[in-house]
């Protein structure tokens, strides 16, 4: 059972992207990233996160135009599949590349300290 939902969400993420290559606008300020596909356990929900390299402005815009875009999805999926059920799509912004940004920027302060107190220190 698992493996079928994984192979099924990985299909659907490389088929959301495809579809998406024909939605005009998504890439004209910020660059998107799909990152990955979470799927209901009875496979009628279908929650797509994304990522938007650039401003507030580029991913409210990017989280509008995707959203505007369900529909198109769905129908492109259904043509492209041969499934019963094509699932409900809600494309979810996803802020792991921020929180994993400013994690990096924290862990270098504290090796940049650790190597000033490490100086100090030898100098006494």
Known sequence: MFKRIDRLKELFL???????KDVGGLNTHGILTLTGVELSGDGK??????SVFGSEYDK???????TAS??????????????KVIPAIVFKYDTTPE???????????IKSE???????????
Request: avoid cysteine; aromatic fraction near 8%.
């Open 14 to 20: 490389r088929e959301v992207s495809l579809a998406l």
């Open 60 to 66: 409210a815009r990017s989280q509008a135009i995707l």
């Open 70 to 83: 369900i529909h198109y999805v769905r129908q492109t999926l259904k043509k492209r599949l041969r499934l």
């Open 45 to 50: 929900m279908m929650s797509v996160y994304f």
């Open 99 to 109: 929180e994993a940004a400013k994690l990096e920027s924290i862990f270098d302060k």
């Open 114 to 124: 650790s190597g000033e107190k490490s100086e100090e220190s030898g100098q006494k």
